[in-house]
């Protein structure tokens, strides 16, 4: 058989849009055969929308709203109505106490809303409040955050540049270099040590700023709590302990 010969069927679909009398919001495109029928057709619109196909009336417009017909005969093909593409199916519910009337599909507020007791809530084992809760004890507010900055700046307050101090952990001995804010390492206040002996990291330059000058290896930069501050000379490393 040559090719000439061949033909491909038809295309007699068409596109609807489909509209609905209790649903302001919904609108949907449909693409249906021309051989289905009103009743067929009825059964697709009823799973879009959930109206009945008993209660179920369609209307057929024009793609400028213009009434055309009513599709009032389910053993019709949608084909006998002449319907283009554009063409828009206008679903009517007439069944007053079907789930699309009185906007219960639309407006929330027309929902009744559950609603338990404080005391009936806080006894539940899990719930909102209690996770919140939770959350926030792992995770403080700034105004939480704030008390651990006072009480660092309480201990920065009797530390003082020159003096001398001991460092835990490991009672390392050394001289306060630096005391303060030092945003690049972290919120709150931080102490700069210069150690007797090279037991630091660096030269009192951290991320490229340069906070104090000591001897490569002798400095460190620690939270307040870990410094204490007195009478610690520095260590004589010939000093033999005392035998017992």
């Known amino acids: 058989m040559s090719s000439s010969n061949l033909q491909l069927p038809a295309d007699d679909s068409v596109l609807l849009l489909v509209t609905h009398s209790n649903l302001a919001t919904f609108s949907s495109d449909i693409r249906v055969s021309k051989q289905t029928s009103v009743e067929?057709?009825?059964?697709?619109?009823?799973r879009k929308t959930g109206t009945s196909v008993a209660s179920m009336r369609l209307k057929l417009l024009d793609d400028a709203g213009a009434m055309i017909t009513d599709l009032d005969h389910d053993d019709a093909t949608l084909a006998s109505y002449s319907p283009y593409n554009g063409y828009r199916l206008h679903i009517i519910d007439l069944d007053p106490s079907s789930l699309t009337s009185g906007g219960w599909l639309e407006d929330t507020s027309l929902v009744e809303k559950y609603k338990?007791?404080?005391e009936?809530?806080?006894?539940?084992?899990?719930?909102?409040?209690?996770?919140?809760e939770k959350m926030v004890s792992k995770n403080p507010t700034p105004d939480d955050k704030e008390q651990p900055d006072k009480d660092m700046e309480e201990l920065c307050a009797n530390i003082k540049v020159g003096e001398r101090c001991e460092v835990e952990p490991g009672a390392k001995r050394g001289a306060i270099?630096?005391?303060?804010?030092?945003?690049?390492?972290?919120?709150?206040?931080?102490?700069?040590?210069?150690?007797?002996?090279?037991?630091?990291?660096?030269?009192?330059?951290?991320?490229?700023?340069?906070?104090?000058?000591?001897?490569?290896?002798?400095?460190?930069?620690?939270?307040?709590?870990?410094?204490?501050?007195?009478?610690?000379?520095?260590?004589?490393?010939?000093?033999?302990?005392?035998e017992i």
């Not at 067929?40 to 009823?46: D, I, S, T």
């Open 40 to 46: 067929a057709l009825k059964e697709k619109l009823w």
């Open 116 to 118: 338990i007791s404080d």
């Open 120 to 132: 009936a809530y806080n006894k539940l084992d899990t719930n909102f409040r209690k996770f919140k």
């Open 177 to 242: 270099k630096f005391v303060g804010r030092a945003e690049a390492l972290g919120r709150g206040f931080w102490v700069g040590v210069q150690y007797d002996e090279p037991l630091g990291k660096h030269d009192g330059m951290v991320k490229g700023i340069r906070f104090f000058k000591c001897p490569q290896g002798h400095g460190a930069i620690v939270r307040p709590e870990k410094v204490k501050v007195g009478d610690y000379p520095e260590r004589d490393p010939f000093e033999e302990e005392e």
